[in-house]
């Protein structure tokens, strides 16, 4: 790769870095944003960690630590889940901090999982892939905090009494995560519209209240914009019927995208090509300040047609797969790359989320064709055998969602920022609909219950809300 493009990723990250120490103090007193974001890290977070047989003096909570015979130990267990409690979390963090912990800043900032745990932690643990956890050696006694984290998803409740030596089972709705800001954290994101995927239909299904759903600058969590041919405002029951901003007005500059820690982009039903009688609305400035958001430490979305972000975008992003743009492949049973640990565990979840029957397939509705395979990028969701054929009457290979860390072209331990392009239209098994004339919430989304696709999008909504690690050990 050019040494231009290194050294430009290298400002970026000292740029994203620098705020991060400039924001004062240390990860157990309020201090930087990586290491608020708990690294979603917790190390190995085995759940045995802590405090009072280190040899050295306890200090706080690791005092209330206690020996427990016979192999027995005081333990915390609980499921988490989404904020609707319909689905399981994998990858949760979870642990009893033994100090305050630091409120989040809002908008792009480096958020690794090698950072340490706000609050430093006594003990934690992360969910495995049906949301479950076991947090082994907790302190003892009355109030004990707990902190369940992902990314900036995170809620903190107190448990009212920890008896010492037997488990203490958490009730299923103080384990989900938060539904407005009342009840916890919640990232910002702004969500673009677009005529062939009603994205904006999927986070109420999530569970996110209405409440956090407003114009950008007015408090709520989730800002919308309008994209070509997508839902242009909300109905007369939110906000009072007030118009999206346009999309350009989010994506046309690194400060207007910087506002937010997550960016979803729904396919507008439009391709765009960068050929010179072409009209498109994403300008050479727009694909620069979509690059550079996601080099500092942006989360990406990014819908079908949305790849032209990353096909035509500037420097290493041409890089991450090899795009054909053949016919669609329609309804397929796609398969899941359970060749490394992540996508494994996303075949797992799909099964205890009932979005899959057979393990490794996902049934999917309106799958597009325009990736044929990864590059610098890691496959999830894949179909080798399609109808779209080579000269020599061969399958050609689709790839339905891949994702990378940013910058791109710099290595895994300076990468701050995640991209996922999904090559289907999500809202296509749902019935859900975007168009101007369709009002968000009541004219276009009309479904309740989660396709099969949309459990997979919430599985990776979640992933890229996570701290970054790499996908492949």
């Given at each position: 790769?050019?040494g231009?493009?290194v050294?430009?990723g290298?400002?970026l990250?000292?740029?994203?870095l620098?705020?991060?120490?400039g924001?004062?103090?240390?990860?157990?007193?309020?201090g930087?944003d990586?290491?608020?974001?708990?690294?979603?890290?917790?190390?190995?977070?085995?759940?045995?960690?802590?405090?009072?047989?280190?040899?050295?003096?306890?200090?706080g909570l690791?005092?209330?630590?206690?020996?427990?015979a016979?192999g027995?130990?005081?333990?915390?267990s609980?499921?988490?889940?989404?904020p609707?409690?319909?689905l399981?979390l994998?990858?949760?963090v979870?642990?009893v901090?033994n100090g305050?912990?630091?409120?989040?800043d809002?908008?792009v900032?480096?958020?690794r999982?090698d950072?340490?745990l706000?609050?430093?932690?006594?003990v934690?643990t992360?969910?495995?892939?049906?949301?479950q956890?076991?947090?082994e050696d907790v302190?003892?006694?009355d109030?004990?905090p707990?902190?369940i984290?992902?990314?900036?998803w995170?809620?903190?409740?107190?448990i009212p009494s920890?008896?010492?030596?037997v488990?203490?089972?958490?009730?299923a709705?103080?384990?989900?995560?938060?539904r407005?800001q009342?009840?916890g954290?919640i990232p910002?994101?702004?969500l673009t519209?677009?005529?062939?995927d009603?994205?904006?239909?999927?986070?109420?299904?999530?569970?996110?209240?209405a409440?956090?759903f407003?114009?950008?600058?007015?408090?709520?969590?989730?800002?919308?914009?309008?994209?070509?041919n997508?839902?242009a405002?909300?109905?007369?029951?939110?906000n009072g019927?007030a118009?999206?901003?346009?999309?350009t007005a989010?994506?046309g500059?690194l400060?207007s995208?910087?506002?937010?820690d997550i960016?979803?982009?729904s396919?507008?039903g439009?391709?765009?090509?960068p050929?010179?009688?072409?009209?498109t609305n994403?300008?050479?400035?727009?694909?620069?300040?979509?690059r550079?958001?996601?080099?500092?430490?942006g989360?990406?979305?990014a819908s079908?047609?949305?790849?032209y972000w990353?096909?035509?975008?500037?420097?290493?992003?041409?890089?991450?797969?090899v795009?054909?743009?053949l016919?669609?492949?329609g309804?397929?049973?796609?398969d899941?790359d359970?060749?490394?640990?992540?996508?494994l565990?996303?075949?797992?979840?799909?099964m205890?989320?009932g979005?899959?029957?057979v393990?490794?397939?996902?049934d999917?509705v309106?799958?597009?064709?325009?990736v044929?395979?990864?590059d610098q990028s890691t496959?999830?969701?894949?179909k080798?055998?399609?109808?779209?054929?080579?000269?020599?009457?061969d399958?050609?290979p689709s790839?339905?969602?891949?994702s990378?860390?940013?910058?791109l072209?710099?290595?895994e331990?300076?990468?701050?920022?995640?991209?996922v392009?999904s090559?289907?239209?999500?809202?296509s098994?749902?019935g859900?609909?975007?168009?101007?004339d369709?009002?968000?919430?009541?004219?276009g989304?009309?479904?309740?219950?989660?396709?099969p696709?949309?459990?997979?999008?919430?599985?990776m909504?979640?992933?890229?809300?996570?701290c970054?690690?790499?996908?492949v050990?």
């Amino acid at each position: 790769m050019g040494g231009r493009a290194v050294a430009r990723g290298r400002v970026l990250l000292a740029l994203a870095l620098a705020g991060f120490l400039g924001c004062g103090g240390d990860d157990s007193d309020g201090g930087g944003d990586a290491g608020d974001d708990a690294g979603d890290a917790g190390g190995d977070a085995g759940g045995d960690g802590g405090g009072g047989d280190g040899g050295g003096a306890c200090s706080g909570l690791e005092c209330q630590q206690v020996e427990c015979a016979a192999g027995a130990t005081t333990s915390i267990s609980g499921t988490v889940t989404i904020p609707s409690g319909e689905l399981p979390l994998y990858n949760a963090v979870v642990y009893v901090p033994n100090g305050p912990v630091a409120p989040f800043d809002d908008g792009v900032g480096c958020y690794r999982c090698d950072a340490p745990l706000s609050g430093d932690p006594v003990v934690d643990t992360r969910t495995d892939t049906a949301g479950q956890f076991v947090l082994e050696d907790v302190p003892v006694g009355d109030d004990i905090p707990l902190v369940i984290q992902v990314g900036k998803w995170r809620r903190q409740i107190t448990i009212p009494s920890v008896s010492e030596c037997v488990d203490t089972p958490l009730d299923a709705d103080d384990t989900r995560l938060p539904r407005n800001q009342s009840e916890g954290d919640i990232p910002l994101i702004a969500l673009t519209t677009g005529g062939l995927d009603a994205l904006e239909c999927l986070l109420p299904k999530v569970g996110l209240d209405a409440s956090e759903f407003t114009p950008e600058g007015e408090g709520g969590r989730v800002n919308l914009y309008a994209a070509v041919n997508g839902t242009a405002g909300y109905d007369m029951t939110m906000n009072g019927g007030a118009d999206f901003s346009d999309a350009t007005a989010l994506w046309g500059s690194l400060e207007s995208l910087s506002r937010y820690d997550i960016v979803l982009l729904s396919c507008e039903g439009v391709e765009d090509f960068p050929d010179p009688g072409m009209v498109t609305n994403k300008s050479p400035e727009a694909l620069e300040a979509m690059r550079d958001y996601a080099d500092l430490g942006g989360r990406i979305f990014a819908s079908h047609w949305h790849h032209y972000w990353i096909e035509f975008g500037p420097d290493a992003f041409p890089g991450a797969a090899v795009f054909n743009h053949l016919p669609d492949l329609g309804t397929i049973t796609s398969d899941i790359d359970t060749s490394y640990e992540k996508g494994l565990a996303m075949a797992e979840w799909l099964m205890r989320a009932g979005a899959s029957t057979v393990f490794g397939k996902l049934d999917i509705v309106d799958a597009q064709h325009t990736v044929e395979a990864v590059d610098q990028s890691t496959r999830w969701i894949y179909k080798d055998d399609t109808t779209n054929q080579d000269g020599n009457g061969d399958p050609i290979p689709s790839v339905q969602y891949l994702s990378f860390n940013a910058p791109l072209e710099a290595a895994e331990e300076e990468q701050c920022g995640r991209v996922v392009l999904s090559d289907i239209h999500v809202s296509s098994a749902s019935g859900d609909d975007s168009a101007p004339d369709k009002r968000f919430p009541g004219g276009g989304c009309t479904s309740v219950d989660l396709s099969p696709q949309e459990k997979a999008l919430i599985f990776m909504l979640f992933d890229i809300s996570s701290c970054v690690e790499p996908d492949v050990d």
